[in-house]
């Protein structure tokens, strides 16, 4: 393979490929600024057209980036195939939700590097295992073409998977890890194919903003598309209407991130009706209400926020954990514009960013937190300046310099 001489001399081609409708583009985002910060490497994007557009802006940043976007009309096997003709030394597969029976069949010529976003849909996947993942997901929902598609998530789709994890052993590639926490869990698997940690997002300096707001009110956000399943926005929304009406008109509330209608496992309007509610009570609560945010658009609301609040529900069921078997795109907002942030305490969060990160056990401890940062305009400052000092130690060339320092070990 092409990729010994080109690593050998220090300059590399990296393919960074996000196939999906509905994938992660600040990861393939991520990956790219990640291996563009070395001048020598030369960086392809292989995408849908609309994703990159979204991501055309990076172009302009880095000239040693070619953005490869997909045609409506061609088939995804023939686009896989001309990666082939790049003289790639790897190529990174960011998000992998369908099309199983496509990538195990993909003809790889490069090392692959595939992300792993949940490591309980990729490994422990015996039959005594996807009976009781079935029966345990299938009894959630009464919709037949569920019950299919977990039939398919559980029987067939495991057996496309294994072929594909053995392209990554074979190909001398590696398993991606968004965290050290997630990665330390996938070890005491005892997974045999080596593995490395790229975060979700880095440290983009131009997102860091010191002024503060004209009218003096805290704006704290909350990224990622509205999922009462994944974030408990009903019961924040619920205790800030009972718990923190004195203090509306000294905050606001920024529900950062896109709606999403088709999703038969969670209810959207649960989160929209309670929204509505609490600003017709005098609230200020921002909703975003197209499906999807654009890289522009979502940095620019980002920069505003004061304090990044995750409100996850960190054990989603009794298979996936945030910080255990996934990973949740909240510290890495912070880590992305310098953000202070706060977390619940059974989160495994990235230890540079401790000093920057308050922690609550329950919504009557976040109460506590949010008075005190509505009232105390230097304790929100010094958590600033912190954040900005975490975040520098995920730029772009940090990140790679340890990349390049764990390779090489």
């Known amino acids: 393979m092409g990729y010994d001489i080109h690593?050998?001399?220090?300059?590399?081609?990296?393919?960074?490929?996000?196939?999906?409708?509905?994938?992660?583009?600040?990861?393939?985002?991520?990956?790219?600024?990640?291996?563009?910060?070395?001048?020598?490497?030369r960086v392809f994007l292989f995408t849908l057209e609309t994703h990159s557009v979204n991501l055309g802006f990076l172009s302009a940043i880095y000239p040693n980036l070619e953005v490869v976007a997909r045609p409506i009309e061609q088939k995804l096997e023939d686009f896989l195939h001309e990666t082939g003709n790049y003289n790639l030394d790897r190529i990174y597969l960011v998000t992998l939700t369908k099309h199983f029976r496509v990538l195990s069949n993909w003809p790889i010529r490069t090392r692959l590097f595939l992300v792993i976003h949940n490591t309980d849909e990729w490994f422990g996947l015996n039959l005594s295992g996807s009976v009781k993942k079935f029966v345990f997901s299938a009894s959630r929902t009464f919709k037949p073409k569920l019950w299919i598609y977990f039939f398919k998530d559980f029987f067939i789709f495991p057996r496309y998977k294994k072929n594909i994890l053995k392209k990554v052993r074979e190909s001398d590639g590696h398993l991606v890890i968004l965290s050290k926490s997630v990665q330390r869990e996938l070890n005491r698997l005892g997974i045999t194919i080596p593995s490395e940690v790229v975060p979700f997002s880095v440290f983009d300096p131009s997102l860091v903003s010191e002024e503060v707001s004209s009218d003096g009110r805290l704006r704290i956000c909350i990224p990622g598309i509205l999922s009462q399943y994944r974030r408990n926005y009903v019961g924040l929304l619920d205790t800030l209407e009972g718990q923190m009406a004195e203090y509306k008109e000294l905050f606001i509330l920024d529900l950062l991130g896109g709606v999403q209608t088709d999703n038969p496992l969670d209810d959207h309007m649960l989160i929209l009706d309670k929204a509505e509610a609490i600003k017709n009570k005098g609230f200020s609560v921002i909703v975003h209400h197209e499906r999807f945010i654009p890289p522009i658009e979502y940095n620019r609301e980002l920069v505003k926020a004061d304090i990044v609040l995750g409100n996850m529900n960190v054990e989603l069921n009794r298979y996936s954990v945030y910080g255990k078997t996934k990973?949740?795109?909240?510290?890495?907002?912070?880590?992305?514009?310098?953000?202070?942030?706060?977390?619940?305490?059974?989160?495994?969060?990235?230890?540079?960013?401790?000093?920057?990160?308050?922690?609550?056990?329950?919504?009557?401890?976040?109460?506590?937190?949010?008075?005190?940062?509505?009232?105390?305009?230097?304790f929100l400052e010094d958590l600033k300046t912190k954040a900005l000092e975490n975040s520098k130690k995920f730029s772009p060339e940090a990140v790679y310099k340890q990349m390049m320092i764990n390779q090489d070990n």
Do not use: W
């Open 327 to 378: 990973e949740t795109g909240i510290p890495f907002a912070m880590i992305r514009a310098a953000k202070p942030g706060i977390i619940p305490d059974s989160y495994s969060f990235p230890d540079e960013l401790r000093s920057s990160i308050l922690i609550y056990h329950d919504f009557a401890d976040l109460v506590k937190i949010l008075v005190k940062l509505v009232s105390d305009r230097g």
């Open 7 to 41: 690593e050998q001399l220090g300059q590399m081609h990296i393919g960074v490929a996000e196939i999906m409708d509905t994938g992660h583009v600040t990861l393939a985002e991520t990956l790219c600024r990640i291996y563009c910060s070395d001048p020598g490497n």
